[in-house]
């Protein structure tokens, strides 16, 4: 596991407890992929499984099988303060800063939303920060009453991704009107992307008119994931990505285990079936929209992003 110096305090303890209720191990590696991929959205600072992996072993794991680099992404103060840390000194790492949805109600109600969001806009200018988010909406864990707090959140999110031409990571639960009305009105950054995207052949058409990105996990490899696999086939295949959102929603075979980043290939692979084309062939073209929008983990800018 991680040094007790390098975890945050809340962090240590919540990866316990999700150890605890998932006494499980890690599943076997994949067959290598031959065409380097990366891994768009992962939480790096979870502990789980059976035998917790520190960040080290998660990325030598995946560089392993073709998995060449991990967007590390922090959803409170103290978790992107982590995200950015690691990403100066870890070259296979890059980094995203955020407030996540379901925190901002709870930041509100202590009074610590606006210094929070400050936190974050002060972190945005980091070296290697590449990306805004997860921000968004969330009305699943959230009750109405609070979802205007959430909304201002995200508004401010949208602006400071756009005043640092940095992309934009969205999570969007049960908002999906919701999140793209909001993106309307503010006006989306040049480079916005559906994390985990959990919507239909609707939203996937909407997407693509406006010029987003869909980020697709496990869950596209699910058995009644039918209409994520719609959506996959909808999407411009220059405008989709790929993510493991580690320590979560592991891909078919392996679904309720730990997932890790060295898991995407079973992801690319799943994907490459449904589109028709083979696993190296797209990991090509999912490589190639990852640089698109995040440049490259050797510090290249990405397209229309200004260097330095």
Not at 224 to 249: C, K, Q, W
């Amino acid at each position: 596991m991680q040094s007790e110096e390098a975890l945050p305090a809340h962090i240590r303890q919540r990866g316990d407890l999700e150890a605890g209720n998932r006494a499980l191990s890690y599943p076997p590696d994949p067959e290598p992929l031959h065409v380097a991929v990366y891994d768009n959205h992962a939480h790096l600072e979870f502990a789980d499984g059976e035998n917790p992996m520190d960040y080290r072993e998660h990325l030598d794991r995946a560089e392993s099988v073709g998995v060449a680099g991990v967007l590390q992404v922090g959803t409170d103060v103290e978790t992107s303060e982590w995200s950015v840390a690691l990403a100066a000194s870890e070259p296979r790492v890059l980094a995203a800063v955020s407030l996540h949805p379901n925190e901002a109600p709870k930041l509100h109600e202590r009074g610590e939303l606006d210094s929070a969001l400050e936190a974050i806009a002060g972190l945005a200018s980091k070296p290697r920060v590449v990306a805004i988010g997860e921000t968004g909406l969330d009305f699943y864990r959230t009750d109405e009453p609070l979802h205007e707090v959430q909304r201002q959140s995200f508004r401010e999110h949208i602006r400071i991704a756009k005043e640092h031409n940095l992309a934009l990571q969205i999570h969007d639960r049960d908002a999906h009107r919701a999140v793209v009305e909001t993106l309307k009105a503010d006006g989306a950054p040049a480079r916005t992307v559906f994390h985990c995207f959990s919507g239909d052949g609707e939203l996937a058409e909407i997407l693509a008119e406006n010029g987003w990105y869909a980020s697709f996990s496990g869950t596209v490899t699910f058995k009644n994931s039918e209409g994520l696999r719609d959506a996959l086939r909808i999407m411009p295949r220059s405008h989709i990505l790929v993510e493991t959102d580690t320590p979560f929603l592991t891909p078919i075979p392996f679904r309720g285990k730990p997932n890790s980043p060295y898991m995407i290939p079973y992801t690319v692979r799943s994907m490459a079936e449904t589109l028709g084309v083979e696993g190296n062939d797209l990991a090509a073209i999912l490589t190639a929209n990852t640089h698109e929008v995040y440049g490259t983990w050797d510090g290249a800018p990405a397209s229309g992003q200004a260097a330095g």
